[in-house]
């Protein structure tokens, strides 16, 4: 059986960070190229970042960027999202999922949820204004 959990979120002030970590069981990281997506309360869930695990590159929301960053750990059973200067706006539930899709094709289609094939439970990020 698939599962990734996700951990790391909580409750912060604006400017403040956190780490979120995804572990997977029963799925190999190699094969598979990971995302993390978000969803706040009445909208629609959005595609945060990405890693192409075979090369390491790594794609962003632009709402994100240069504040965020994802990473992987050396025998890729860990993915991370690193979260700083956190902002209001960043409050939602953050989720990762895997995705089988080309390596080819993560550039252009990895903000697509239903390009993803295992999602984890989620974890609440909460940044007070």
């Known amino acids: 059986e698939v599962q990734l959990v996700e951990s790391g979120g909580g409750f912060v002030q604006t400017g403040g960070s956190l780490r979120l970590s995804c572990v997977g069981s029963g799925i190999s990281f190699n094969d598979y190229h990971i995302g993390w997506f978000r969803q706040a309360p009445g909208k629609e869930r959005e595609g945060v970042s990405c890693i192409d695990t075979v090369d390491n590159a790594a794609y962003y929301a632009d709402s994100v960027k240069g504040r965020f960053t994802i990473s992987s750990d050396n025998i890729k059973t860990t993915v991370y999202l690193s979260m700083n200067n956190l902002k209001p706006e960043d409050t939602a539930v953050y989720y990762c999922?895997?995705?089988?899709?080309?390596?080819?094709?993560?550039?252009?289609?990895?903000?697509?949820?239903?390009?993803?094939?295992?999602w984890g439970q989620g974890t609440q990020v909460t940044v007070s204004s």
């Open positions: 999922a895997a995705t089988g899709i080309p390596g080819t094709q993560v550039e252009d289609a990895w903000t697509d949820q239903f390009e993803y094939d295992y």
